[in-house]
T-cell receptor, first 114, second 113 residues
Framework: EPEVTQTPSHQVTQMGQEVILRCVPI?????FYWYRQILGQKVEFLVS????????KSEIFDDQFSVERPDGSNFTLKIRSTKLEDSAMYFC????????????FGDGTRLSIL | LAKTTQPISMDSYEGQEVNITCSHN???????ITWYQQFPSQGPRFIIQ?????VTNEVASLFIPADRKSSTLSLPRVSLSDTAVYYC??????????????WGLGTSLAVNP
């Protein structure tokens, strides 16, 4: 069964540094998402992406965040000037174009800001 | 987006049937009900989805009454490996590009030997 893959599985970064989290969505999917989950808390929506542009973003997704689909397969989340509170699991998801298709998630990148 | 309410935790034993009920009193006409499972340090995994009545797949069944104000995820004959957090979400999957999922805290299911 096709799956969403994310790299790296764990990223440790100094506060103030930039990080790029990478995702390879399922190949025929057209909708892409980033979510985050702080340890012990609920999954939070960050951003959705369709047709090479952001469809919706949450209040968490401020100017330090950006997303890109640089080629036909990768979908990236960039965090500029990371803060301690950015430490979390970041999940990428994708869904197909047909109605009612569910979102499929990767296993996440654990981001630790020191 | 409809708000959902689930029990915070449930306990069961191997071989039993587990039913997790989710309330979504404000569900909208176009909303679908989707259930996910999440193991520690893994991404949520899609289990089942429905709009009304009953849906069954190889993993679970989903029961939705006529008023759609609640739904019940049924896991037949659970095993230890079914210990996980289960999330109920409702949303309009036809909402054009706006298909974000709003998550609650889910139900933490513990299956005991």
């Amino acid at each position: 069964e096709p799956e969403v893959t994310q790299t790296p599985s764990h990223q440790v970064t100094q506060m103030g540094q930039e990080v790029i989290l990478r995702c390879v969505p399922i190949s025929n999917h057209l909708y892409f998402y980033w979510y985050r989950q702080i340890l012990g808390q609920k999954v939070e929506f960050l951003v959705s992406f369709y047709n090479n542009e952001i469809s919706e973003k949450s209040e968490i997704f401020d100017d330090q965040f950006s997303v890109e689909r640089p080629d036909g397969s990768n979908f990236t989340l960039k965090i500029r000037s990371t803060k301690l509170e950015d430490s979390a699991m970041y999940f990428c998801a994708s869904s197909g174009s047909s109605v009612n298709q569910p979102q499929h998630f990767g296993d996440g990148t654990r981001l630790s800001i020191l | 987006l409809a708000k959902t309410t689930q029990p915070i935790s449930m306990d069961s034993y191997e071989g039993q049937e587990v039913n997790i009920t989710c309330s979504h009193n404000n569900i909208a006409t176009n909303d679908y009900i989707t259930w996910y499972q999440q193991f520690p340090s893994q991404g949520p995994r899609f289990i089942i989805q429905g709009y009304k009545t009953k849906v069954t797949n190889e993993v679970a069944s989903l029961f939705i009454p006529a008023d759609r104000k609640s739904s019940t995820l049924s896991l037949p004959r659970v095993s230890l490996s079914d210990t996980a957090v289960y999330y109920c979400l409702v949303g309009d999957l036809n909402a054009g590009n706006n298909r974000k999922l709003i998550w609650g805290l889910g139900t933490s299911l513990a299956v005991n030997p």
